[in-house]
C-alpha cells in the first residue's frame, strides 16, 4: 500500500493505540427455523461432511426452535465488553462479525472501514490452536479483505489478538464452575467424583499439525491443541484441588465428533468415557467444558442432552460445570489483552499474563502454524499477504 493511501489513525489516541476498534468474531448461528439449512451449508462447504451427520446436526438445532443459542451469547458478551471498557475508561468501540451466519463478518469490515477504523485488534472466540479454532478464522478475515479490496475499499490493519486459553480470565471462571458443581452432586457422592474436561474432537491428523511448527507431532498425541488444553486442564484440577482439599481424578475427553468414520478423530469420546467410568465404579462426575467459550449448540446438545441421557441410562450422576461466557473477568482479560498487545505493537514491553506450564502464546501465528488441508491466504500471521 502506497504512502498517500494511508490516513492518520482517527480515534487511535488512547491507551489502546494503535487500534481505534476491536472486532469480536465468531462462529455465528442460526436464529431461526428457516436458518438452518443455509447456516450448515455455510459451515460444511467444501468440508466433506456426510450427508448423515449433516441431517443429524440439523436435528440438534430444529430440537431447539431453530436457533442457535450463540448469537444471544456472543450479544450479552458484546455487553460486557462495552461495559468493561467504559467503566475503565477504554474509548474503543466493539464491533461483532461471525465466520458463518449474519452479522457476516465481511459486512462487519466493511462498516469498520466505512467508520474510519484503521487498525483493528480481533478477538476470536475460541481460545486454542487448531485449524479450525485458528486459521479458519484467519482465513476469514483474508477473504473479507479481498472483498473489500475488490470493491476499492481501502484496507485496514487487522490483528487477531493471541490464544487466551491459559488468561487467568477465561481459566478463573472455570474453576469456580468447577466448585460450584461439584457442591451441587449429593455429599456422599462429591469426594470420589471425576472431572472429564471435554472439547471438541478434531481430526488427529489437525491436532497433530496444530500451533506451530515445533509442536507438530506425528504420533496422534495431538500438537498444541492437546497440549494447551492439557495445560488449563491440570491448572482447574489442581486449584479445584487446593480450594476443596480433594483431588478429583480427571481425564481430557472429547466430544461433537463430525467427518467420515474412516478418518481418525481425537478420542475417546464422552459418552464412551461416561461409560468406562460407571463400569469403573465412579460414582458422579462432572463435565468440564473447556474448549467452549460459552454455551454453544456443542454444548446444550452434546453435552447437556446427549451425554447428560447417556448418563441417565447409565445411573450415573453427572453436572456440568459452566462456560466462561459473558463472565466479568473474562471481559477484563479481553481489555488486557488489547492493551497489552497495542503497547508491544507501540514497541513497549507489555508484562506477561498467564497460568500454568506453556506461557503466554505467540502474538503472530508463525508460517506452517496450524496449517490447512489444502493452502489458502490467511490475514493476521506471519504468512498473510496483508500488512
Ligand atoms: C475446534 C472446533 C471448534 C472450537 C473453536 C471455535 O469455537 O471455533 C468448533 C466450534 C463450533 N462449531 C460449531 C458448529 C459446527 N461445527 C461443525 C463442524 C466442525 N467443527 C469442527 C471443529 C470445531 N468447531 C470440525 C473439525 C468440524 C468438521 C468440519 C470441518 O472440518 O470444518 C459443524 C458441521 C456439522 C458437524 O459436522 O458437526 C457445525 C454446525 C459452532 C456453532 C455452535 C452453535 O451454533 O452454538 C461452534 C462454536
Ligand atoms: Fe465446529
Known amino acids: 500500500m502506497s504512502d498517500q493511501l494511508r490516513t492518520p489513525e482517527p480515534g487511535a489516541a488512547g491507551p489502546a493505540r494503535p487500534y481505534d476498534a476491536l472486532l469480536l468474531l465468531s462462529f455465528g448461528g442460526p436464529e431461526g427455523p428457516d436458518d438452518v439449512v443455509p447456516f450448515l451449508e455455510n459451515v460444511t462447504r467444501g468440508r466433506g461432511i456426510p450427508r448423515e451427520r449433516l441431517k443429524e446436526v440439523g436435528r440438534h438445532y430444529f430440537g431447539f426452535g431453530g436457533v442457535s443459542p450463540i448469537n444471544a451469547q456472543n450479544r450479552e458478551l458484546l455487553d460486557a465488553l462495552r461495559k468493561d471498557f467504559a467503566d475503565n475508561g477504554l474509548d474503543l468501540p466493539v464491533y461483532w462479525g461471525n465466520r458463518n451466519w449474519a452479522p457476516y463478518l465481511t459486512d462487519t469490515l466493511r462498516d469498520m472501514v466505512r467508520d474510519g477504523r484503521r487498525r483493528i485488534a480481533v478477538l476470536a472466540t475460541s481460545a486454542y490452536a487448531s485449524y479450525s479454532g485458528c486459521r479458519q478464522y484467519r482465513e476469514n478475515l483474508a477473504d473479507a479483505l479481498a472483498t473489500l479490496a475488490e470493491e476499492g475499499l481501502e484496507l485496514p490493519r487487522v490483528d487477531k489478538l493471541r490464544h487466551y486459553f491459559n488468561h487467568p ?35 488427529t491428523a489437525a491436532a497433530d499439525t496444530s500451533g ?11 500438537g498444541a491443541y492437546v497440549k494447551q488444553h492439557l495445560d488449563v486442564a491440570e491448572v482447574i484440577a489442581e486449584t479445584v484441588a487446593q480450594q476443596t482439599g480433594i483431588a478429583h481424578p480427571w481425564q481430557l475427553v472429547y466430544q461433537s465428533r463430525s467427518g467420515a468414520p474412516h478418518i481418525p478423530w481425537l478420542e475417546p469420546d464422552i459418552c464412551d468415557h461416561l461409560e468406562a467410568l460407571h463400569a469403573a465404579g465412579t460414582p458422579a462426575v462432572v463435565m468440564v467444558p473447556i474448549g467452549f467459550v460459552s454455551d454453544h449448540m456443542e454444548v446444550r446438545y452434546d453435552l447437556d442432552t446427549e451425554a447428560t441421557a447417556k448418563a441417565a441410562e447409565l445411573g450415573l450422576p453427572v453436572r456440568r460445570s459452566a462456560t466462561v461466557g459473558a463472565d466479568p473477568r473474562f471481559a477484563e482479560a479481553v481489555r488486557e489483552l488489547v492493551l497489552e498487545r497495542a503497547a508491544k505493537e507501540r514497541g513497549q514491553t507489555a508484562e506477561e499474563c498467564w497460568v500454568g506450564m506453556l506461557g503466554q502464546s505467540h502474538d503472530v501465528c508463525p508460517v506452517g502454524c496450524c496449517p490447512a488441508r489444502s493452502p489458502r491466504p490467511a490475514a493476521a500471521g506471519a504468512d498473510s499477504p496483508y500488512a
Open 169 to 203: 480470565g477465561f481459566v478463573e471462571p472455570m474453576i469456580d464452575g468447577v466448585v460450584a458443581a461439584l457442591e451441587s452432586l449429593p455429599e456422599e457422592l462429591r469426594a470420589a467424583a471425576h472431572l472429564a474436561f471435554t472439547t471438541h474432537s478434531i481430526p
Open 212 to 222: 506451530p511448527v515445533e509442536d507438530h507431532t506425528e504420533d496422534g498425541a495431538g
